[in-house]
């Protein structure tokens, strides 16, 4: 067995809603080839905590599919719904800080304020002044300044983006009392002593308010890669909500060959059809992210 580095440990982080597709098992495949091209850890966390969408066994069947394509893990995997008090803590943070709000704002209301409003896209701040009475249910936003963050991801380059003009105030734990995603991944993350995130590039508007929050509740940041989506011939992303089709864990060899072309390795034609092992042997060798193509999607 390779041994590992403390160096660099990645992440994939699917959420059990589902099957992986292609798009996901994708993401998968990028995330594990730069860790172990480092010789480094690759960690699974299983994203739960959305429960309404989470399907019965659905976590299990990932699983089940990233072992198919020899895509094993180190260390423990970590369910994000046996982390609630950890996330609660890092909310008593940020309240003693005075950065947290209750927002009563519904969705219909503020989708009416937008169609009102064409120029709008962030948050109006219709509750950040307000005195709400616990008796209501509310969500908890988090108030953002009006200061530029930056970072540099390794694929698409240096990102600035000023947080409360292109974002304003966002959700931490919704009406439903659900933990949203940005808080939840930066203390994922820090657990997990991440090092670097590769993920798709629909995620890449998520990284300065994440940034922000790591900054707020003193957490490490970690290095970025943004990598293309796959989408249908609609040019809709692949996703568990527009029905994309699950992998076939009996077509691993020929799926995995496939994804190595998506992902503009070049994977040498007499793998075609060889053992995933053997595929991922060249493929950590070979491993080359200047490759990837620098745009948005990708159809396979």
């Not at 594990?32 to 905590?49: N, T, V």
Request: proline residues 4%; positive net charge; contains cysteine.
């Amino acid at each position: 067995m390779t041994a590992r580095s403390n160096n660099y440990i990645g992440r994939f982080a699917p959420s059990p809603s589902g099957p992986l597709h292609l798009g996901s098992l994708y993401a998968a495949v990028a995330s594990f080839l730069q860790a172990r091209s480092q010789q480094g850890k690759w960690l699974i966390r299983i994203d739960d905590l959305d429960s309404p969408r989470n399907v019965s066994g659905a976590a299990d069947d990932i699983l089940n599919t990233l072992e198919a394509f020899g895509l094993f893990w180190d260390d423990s995997i970590l369910y994000q719904s046996r982390q609630l008090e950890i996330y609660h803590s890092a909310l008593t943070k940020l309240k003693q800080q005075r950065l947290l709000y209750p927002c009563i704002c519904t969705r219909k209301a503020l989708n009416r304020y937008y169609a009102h409003n064409p120029g709008a896209n962030t948050y109006p701040e219709f509750c950040r002044n307000k005195q709400i009475s616990e008796d209501h249910e509310y969500a908890l936003r988090v108030k953002t300044e009006s200061i530029d963050i930056s970072f540099a991801d390794r694929l698409q380059g240096k990102i600035t983006e000023n947080l409360r003009q292109q974002h304003g105030d966002f959700i931490l734990k919704r009406k439903d009392k659900i933990i949203a995603y940005q808080l939840a991944v930066v203390i994922d993350d820090q657990i997990q002593q991440i090092t670097e995130i590769v993920r798709g590039i629909d995620l890449l508007d998520s990284t300065t308010r994440q940034i922000y929050l790591q900054q707020k509740l003193g957490l490490n940041s970690q290095k970025y890669m943004h990598i293309p989506v796959i989408v249908d011939q609609q040019g809709y992303k692949l996703s568990k909500q527009t029905f994309a089709t699950a992998i076939d864990r009996k077509a691993a060899k020929t799926t995995l060959f496939k994804l190595l072309n998506l992902l503009n390795q070049s994977p040498p034609a007499e793998l075609y059809n060889a053992p995933v092992e053997q595929q991922l042997v060249w493929a950590v060798a070979h491993w080359n992210p200047a490759h990837l193509k620098k745009v948005r999607a990708i159809k396979p």
